[in-house]
């Protein structure tokens, strides 16, 4: 680190050049004076001297302007790149960088007794305002957001934009006084679930926050982030605003990881099988079709159904690839059945609204030499709620050139949607 008094590179060569001119100046100086001398004309080595020394101070002061000025460029310039290392750009808030480096230096300062309490907050619906109303007004939010949290945040905590829509506050607690970080994550939530108006357009965000604390003696800022997150993506899926870190959380997260993990590797080795149930017509008692199962065989022995993988599948990113596999096998397999059989596979509302989802069965079809009026995709309708007809609706245009029929199943009703008229009758 370069000290106060020390001449940025950028102001060193206009010095240098100082120095090196004054040398030459000085040198002609003594020429002159001995030139002059053994002329004996005193008078003209006066008038020498005086020239020489105005011309050398006049010299001397304009490149010790130049040198200062482009020091000064400099210092203003290594100011500004520290802010922008510092703080976001957007909202002025730490960056995350500089979060976890404030928070560590907290951590080395806490008192006997005291420990970190920390707010990892998410916006709901943020993507969609930003999406609809363009990545200025999103800024703007963002800025908005950032004031209401420092508004209510206590003068010793941080607060920073850790990325996106995730916002942090950290702060010293006495961990006597727990229901202060309560109050204060509440405080926090009704605070951002204020209406907003951005461009005259009323807007507003529902927060998510995991809150989690953690005692001195073993505070680590990465272990007790995690830990609010795992707190906030509970609440997102519970739809609360606030929700406290449990220890039982962590045992979710690490078998849910270990599921994940085995996903990745059992689709790799077709470990994922399709089984199938038939399907009944109550008044002739007649076999109309059978529905896909998808069932795990897992290395363990165990044959796993899709309650305990499918979830985790969705939020994995890995439902497409999955699915695909079992309907490419269940085509496979239903090709020789008997004609008048449909095969019913079960898809998620994911996959129904995935724009590309269409053309990869159509591809699928082609691949098993399958007709695609036996197949019938069938979405349930609680799961594309609020909204299912809609949710239908859209879907429907996509599948005119694939042609399978899709069907929304309820407890009491089947609604089938026909894939070459786009209409819908209700069995």
Not at 27 to 54: K, M
Not at 132 to 152: I, Y
Not at 164 to 182: I, K, N, R, V
Not at 304 to 314: K, N, Q, R, S, T
Request: charged share 20%; net charge negative.
């Amino acid at each position: 680190m370069q000290g106060k008094c020390d001449i940025p590179g950028s102001a060193r060569i206009p010095v240098a050049i100082l120095g090196f001119s004054s040398l030459i100046l000085a040198a002609s100086v003594w020429q002159g004076l001995d030139d002059f001398t053994r002329a004996g004309d005193v008078h003209a080595i006066a008038e020498t001297a005086i020239s020489l020394n105005i011309a050398l101070m006049l010299f001397a002061w304009s490149q010790y302007r130049e040198a200062l000025r482009a020091w000064r460029a400099v210092g203003e310039a290594s100011a500004e790149a520290l802010v922008l290392e510092t703080l976001d750009p957007h909202t002025g808030l730490l960056n995350r960088a500089s979060f976890f480096d404030r928070a560590e230096r907290l951590i080395g300062e806490l008192r006997p007794g005291q420990s970190l309490g920390l707010l990892l907050i998410d916006l709901k619906r943020f993507g969609s305002i930003n999406d609809a109303h363009g990545h200025k007004f999103g800024d703007e939010l963002l800025r908005r957001v950032s004031e209401s949290v420092l508004e209510v945040a206590p003068q010793a905590a941080i607060c920073a934009r850790l990325g996106g829509d995730e916002f942090a506050l950290a702060l010293p607690f006495d961990e006597d006084e727990t229901g202060s970080l309560g109050t204060l994550a509440a405080r926090v939530a009704e605070r951002l679930q204020k209406p907003l108006e951005i461009a005259g357009v009323a807007t507003g965000v529902r927060p998510a926050i995991g809150v989690a604390s953690l005692e001195a003696a073993r505070a680590n800022i990465s272990t007790l982030l995690g830990q609010a997150d795992l707190a906030m993506n509970a609440g997102k899926k519970d739809q609360r605003c606030v929700t406290w870190f449990h220890p039982a959380m962590d045992q979710v997260a690490r078998a849910r990881s270990e599921t994940e993990s085995g996903l990745r590797a059992g689709i790799a080795k077709s470990e994922f099988v399709p089984f199938y149930q038939p399907q009944i017509e109550f008044a002739t008692g007649r076999i109309v079709g059978f529905e896909m199962l998808a069932r795990w065989k897992h290395p363990s022995g165990r044959l796993i159904g899709p309650d305990l993988f499918i979830p985790v599948a969705e939020e994995a990113g890995l439902i497409s690839e999955l699915s695909e596999a079992l309907i490419r096998q269940a085509l496979v397999d239903a090709r020789d059945w008997d004609p008048a059989v449909m095969l019913s596979v079960n898809i998620s509302p994911v996959q129904l609204r995935d724009t590309s989802f269409s053309a990869r069965i159509a591809d699928l079809l082609d691949e098993g030499r399958f007709p695609a009026n036996r197949l019938d995709l069938e979405i349930t309708r609680a799961l594309v709620s609020p909204s299912p007809w809609t949710t239908l609706a859209q879907a429907i245009p996509r599948w005119r050139t694939c042609a399978p029929c899709l069907s929304m199943a309820s407890r009491s009703t089947a609604v089938s949607a026909s894939r070459s008229t786009g209409t819908r009758r209700v069995e």
